[in-house]
């Protein structure tokens, strides 16, 4: 799976849906290797023509995830319209589950939200075993952040790849995820 941000001006430009389909193509990857990330911003201007782009690119089989959910316009009602897959809990909120009540309670919230939709959640910003086990506790199993890696560079990035170490108990790795729902 690769995961690009896409901009809420990029979401709006013309011939959005062309463009990817030909880099699609011209590098031999199928629709459903890509997740684009939009931030709650691309709900402020031009709703209707962003939701149509995006189903059209979600018709050829390309992912939609809402990066940094929460931090933004958190309109509840425009997550059943938009055509997504996965909900990206913005690191603000993990960061506040070592020790903030309140902060838990908005994780629980979030995480029972995006289960009735049928959305996977994504937690960013997992920096230790706590936040991660409280996380596992509450069924968000996929996660990322400077426990899992830090920052690399590509020499480094390949090297991490050839001694990948396994994931946490219960975390769940991205070649094991369910196919995209429809």
Partial sequence: MLAINLS??????????????????????????????????????????????????KALGVRFAIDDFGTGYSSLTYLKRLPLDRLKLDRSFVGDLDGEASGLVLVESILVIARKLGLECIAEGVENQAQLDCLLRHGCTLGQGYYFARPMDEA???????????????????????PARG
């Fill in 8 to 57: 809420p001006r990029e979401l709006r430009q013309a011939g959005l849906v062309e463009r990817v389909s030909a880099c699609l193509a011209r590098h031999g990857l199928p629709a459903t290797a890509l997740e684009l990330e939009i931030t709650e911003g691309v709900l402020l201007e031009e709703v209707e023509q962003c939701i149509a782009t995006m189903q059209t690119l």
């Fill in 156 to 178: 480094a990035f390949e090297a991490w790849l050839d001694v990948q170490r396994p994931a946490p108990a219960g975390v769940r790795l991205a070649q094991d995820l369910p």
